[in-house]
């Protein structure tokens, strides 16, 4: 469980933590995955949400996803990147949150991603979490937590030099 006073802390930055969907590069399935790549290529990312026509988050899409397809024995096969969908190779397995997750939760699972997509209860994408912007909050939560909490200060600084 995360102490109220950390947590109350870290929603200070609520409104930054979640990246809007419009501000986040996205693919839709039905892409070609030659489009998939260069827009992973053009945009810097290494992994991006995919979408359906309505906007509901149906996975993810990795550049390495990608890469892995057009390995072949001989080399590299580009080839094929124009008769292939998203859909083809993306991950649909892959962990997300709703809007009010515990941030319990979020931090958990943020340790096996850089982001975590973001889910209205329809299942449309709202945006991201990234472990970027978790971590911005953590570092303000650590500088400023004394400073607001100063009896907590004296509790923990009198347990450090309490014997064993």
């Known amino acids: 469980m995360i102490s109220p006073a950390l947590e109350q802390l870290m929603k200070e930055h609520e409104d930054t933590m979640v990246i809007p969907g419009e501000n986040v590069a996205t ?27 309505e906007d509901h988050f ?11 397809k ?18 083809d190779v993306m991950k649909t397995d892959v962990a997300i949150m709703r809007p009010d997750a515990e941030l319990e939760d979020v931090l958990h699972l943020l340790v096996d991603s850089a982001f975590l997509p973001v889910l209205d209860a329809e299942g449309k994408f709202c945006g991201i979490v990234t472990r970027r912007e978790i971590l911005k909050a953590v570092n303000y939560t650590f500088h400023v937590f004394d400073r607001k909490n100063p009896e907590t200060k004296v509790i923990v600084h009198a347990n450090a030099n309490t014997p064993n």
Request: proline fraction near 4%.
């Open 27 to 53: 693919v839709m399935k039905e892409h070609p995955l030659e489009h998939a790549l260069l827009l992973l290529s053009q945009a810097g990312y290494s992994t991006i949400p995919v979408l359906d026509r």
């Open 58 to 68: 149906v996975g993810l899409l990795s550049l390495n996803d990608i890469v892995k």
């Open 70 to 87: 057009m390995l072949g024995i001989t080399g590299i096969d580009t080839a094929n990147l124009d008769q292939l969908t998203v859909a």
